[in-house]
T-cell receptor, first 110, second 115 residues
Framework: QKEVEQNSGPLSVPEGAIASLNCTYS??????FFWYRQYSGKSPELIMS????GDKEDGRFTAQLNKASQYVSLLIRDSQPSDSATYLC??????????FGTGTRLLVSP | EAGVTQFPSHSVIEKGQTVTLRCDPI?????LYWYRRVMGKEIKFLLH????????ESGMPNNRFLAERTGGTYSTLKVQPAELEDSGVYFC?????????????FGEGSRLTVL
């Protein structure tokens, strides 16, 4: 079992719709959770971090964390073609090391 | 403010040759990390420096890989001799000194192709 699992996609949504990206993790002691966006050939860029159960909203992005179910998600409202990218879920189980999922490719069509 | 810069952006070498990748972190960031993404796989941790000290090198694949961070500024990752399975994108990241990792700032990566 992989430590962090994501559906590789692609996830296709029309412009203006809500994109829902999901991630599960295996290590129950995981403390902090991150969503990175990566455009092709570019560096991963942090878009959301979440540390406690519940929802965290930032603009069009909402991260949701459920530690009991070992599940973290990212919702993108009013999706735009510029949101088309690979979204990486990363988990910190302690100390200074992140464990990444393989990423979900999101395609937003005009 | 300059971000994390990596050089070269792409390197093509033959099996058995040596390659050295360089990373310049954001100024003032004590933490420096190397990660690697092999095609089709997830980004995986290689090692972590705090200033010039190696804090965690548990992800280094084998002794063909040598990372240094002399003076606590830029870092180099040398692969000698390179093997086919070393091909991938090597990412460097840096962060401020926190007890637990928060935001990592990544470079655009150095793509290594071993023929």
């Amino acid at each position: 079992q992989k430590e962090v699992e994501q559906n590789s996609g692609p996830l296709s949504v029309p412009e203006g719709a809500i994109a829902s990206l999901n991630c599960t993790y295996s290590d129950r002691v995981s403390q902090s959770f991150f969503w990175y966006r990566q455009y092709s050939g570019k560096s991963p860029e942090l878009i959301m971090s979440i540390y406690s159960n519940g929802d965290k909203e930032d603009g069009r992005f909402t991260a949701q964390l459920n530690k009991a179910s070992q599940y973290v998600s990212l919702l993108i409202r009013d999706s735009q073609p510029s949101d088309s990218a690979t979204y990486l879920c990363a988990v910190n189980t302690g100390f200074q090391k992140l464990v990444f999922g393989t990423g979900t490719r999101l395609l937003v069509s005009p | 403010e300059a971000g994390v810069t990596q050089f070269p952006s792409h390197s093509v070498i033959e099996k058995g040759q040596t390659v050295t990748l360089r990373c310049d972190p954001i100024s003032g960031h004590d933490n420096l990390y190397w990660y690697r993404r092999v095609m089709g796989k997830e980004i995986k941790f290689l090692l972590h420096f705090v200033k010039e000290s190696k804090q965690d090198e548990s992800g280094m694949p084998n002794n063909r890989f040598l990372a240094e961070r002399t003076g606590g500024t830029y870092s180099t990752l040398k692969v000698q001799p390179a093997e086919l399975e070393d091909s991938g994108v090597y990412f460097c990241a840096s962060s401020q000194r926190d007890r637990v990792v928060k935001e990592l700032f990544f470079g655009e990566g150095s793509r290594l192709t071993v023929l």
